[in-house]
């Protein structure tokens, strides 16, 4: 099988490393227009690279992976459903070209696969279960922020997609947190929004977030997304009449209260997690290469992908409404 991986910044190396890990046989080539960006993935991987989607087809793959910055995602998506390719994309954040993009991978029988990360958290896959089986009413409590100049630390945040007003740091976290909220707690009925711009950045669209939405089902959640936090955090806690989770966003940091010990008991999933340096705690390895893993699976007709961009449409047409919410 061959892989190209278009965008070859800190993701698209991500997705180099992993597929690798993945199956040794894969035969990789890389996409960038920067020539420092394609000199360092010969570098690290060995492979060969272009310019261009035209040049990198010219070894006919079979698969991209699409790693670029988000509003550049509909067309490079487009153009290789058009050469024949099934698609694995990082997050898109706005739904540009949707129906145009889910239409033709149909038509053409090809697999147009969407990353949404966290729920390949094995943490996550426990909490889904855990409310699952609750017989009582839920309710929970989230907090994610990390200042935003800290999310990559080699670059400016003013030349990062995430200080754009429309693909922002906030969005970001909503796109990538609401596909597994809405999986395990169901669609929200209603929310309410307070949102204020409470640092110096220099980004045009609010900082933080606070959100309480009431799910389908009954569910009550509290949410506070920002940019703002200068100690990365990732805090949730589930609580009913029956079930109590915590879970500080790290792979050894899940725990699950035993009412009749009076204690919380650490919930062990991993025997090892592999982390690259420079990434919060709560940051792995492990759940991006389980969803490449899916991706090639869906690819064989093995299984079905448990995010889907008709699915994510919906996500991103509530993200618009609460960003737009008391404006």
Not at 60 to 88: M, Q, R, W, Y
Request: with cysteine; aromatic share 10%; hydrophobic share 35%.
């Amino acid at each position: 099988m061959k892989v190209m991986v278009v965008g070859l910044g800190s993701m698209g190396r991500r997705r180099l490393r992993l597929l690798r890990a993945y199956d040794e046989s894969i035969e990789l080539v890389g996409v960038d227009k920067m020539p420092e960006r394609q000199k360092q993935a010969k570098d690290e991987f060995g492979i060969e690279t272009f310019e261009d989607i035209d040049g990198a087809c010219s070894v006919c793959p079979d698969a991209a992976f699409v790693s670029t910055s988000p509003l550049s995602h509909s067309a490079i998506i487009n153009e290789c459903l058009k050469k024949g390719l099934h698609v694995f994309t990082e997050i898109n954040l706005v739904e540009n070209g949707y129906d145009e993009n889910i239409a033709l991978a149909k038509e053409k029988g090809l697999v147009l696969f969407l990353s949404s990360t966290p729920m390949y958290r094995k943490e996550i896959e426990y909490i889904k279960k855990a409310v699952t089986k609750s017989k009582a009413g839920i309710s929970y409590v989230y907090h994610v922020g990390q200042y935003l100049p800290d999310w990559h630390p080699w670059e400016n945040y003013r030349n990062f997609f995430v200080g754009d007003a429309r693909t922002n740091g906030c969005r970001e976290i909503m796109a990538i947190e609401f596909p597994w909220i809405f999986d395990v707690f169901g669609l929200p009925e209603h929310w309410e929004v307070q949102k204020k711009k409470t640092t110096s950045l220099e980004i045009g669209y609010p900082d933080s977030f606070q959100i309480m939405i009431s799910h389908e089902g009954g569910t009550m959640g509290l949410i506070q997304f920002d940019v703002v936090s200068r100690k990365a955090v990732r805090n949730f806690e589930c609580m009913s009449e029956d079930l109590y989770i915590s879970w500080d966003g790290t792979p050894y940091g899940l725990c699950e209260y035993d009412p009749d010990k009076k204690e919380d008991v650490k919930i062990e999933l991993y025997e090892s997690v592999d982390k690259l340096s420079g990434y919060s705690a709560s940051i792995i390895e492990d759940a991006y290469l389980s969803e490449i893993t899916e991706f090639m699976s869906v690819i064989n007709g093995e299984t079905k992908a448990r995010h889907t961009f008709e699915a994510d449409r919906k996500i991103l047409s509530i993200i618009d409404a609460i960003e737009h919410q008391n404006s």
